[in-house]
């Protein structure tokens, strides 16, 4: 008996404090502020904090990020990808093996301007991986751009095909 008086006050403190959480009848919201985005200057750039968008009928390729590359001719890169995403796209829908989906390709460009290396995210849906790789990674592989003497250069893109419209 000893023993189970002796966890009644131990059990006591809490359930006292637990009613005190309540008792001035509201709750306690620290001030917030809202903040809203406007439409950027720039005709490219993009409200979803992209800095270049290139809309085409089946394509749509966002310039997420650009290092050691000229704002010039990294929207010129974009605008590559996203002619050769929609012809391609438009291509696998004749052959009947479009999968609409989105990806993102991060590409590592040398000195001398080759894409030397990239990384593919793509949807889980059937098909995607295979489109993706085809229409997206391919091209973005087939860029060139000017060399440089030094630094680490990169791009991040994401792009979206297929029935774009409706994402």
Not at 1 to 25: D, F, N
Not at 129 to 152: H, I, Q, R, S, Y
């Amino acid at each position: 008996m000893t023993r189970v008086a002796s966890c009644l006050p131990v059990l006591a403190i809490p359930l006292s404090c637990a009613g005190a959480a309540g008792e001035s009848g509201h709750d306690v919201v620290p001030e917030s502020r809202d903040v809203r985005m406007t439409a950027a200057t720039d005709p490219g750039a993009s409200p979803a904090g992209y800095d270049y968008v290139a809309r085409r009928p089946l394509a749509v390729v966002a310039l997420a990020e650009a290092r050691g590359i000229d704002p010039a001719v990294a929207r010129a890169a974009v605008d590559r990808l996203a002619d050769a995403l929609d012809t391609c796209v438009t291509e696998e829908g004749r052959k009947g093996t479009l999968a609409s989906g989105a990806a993102r390709v991060v590409a590592q460009i040398s000195a001398e301007g080759a894409v030397e290396q990239t990384s593919l995210r793509v949807d889980p849906a059937s098909g995607v991986l295979e489109n993706a790789v085809l229409c997206l990674v391919a091209p973005t592989k087939m860029l060139v751009f000017p060399p440089v003497d030094a630094g680490a250069r990169g791009m991040a893109i994401e792009a979206l095909w297929g029935r774009v419209g409706n994402r």
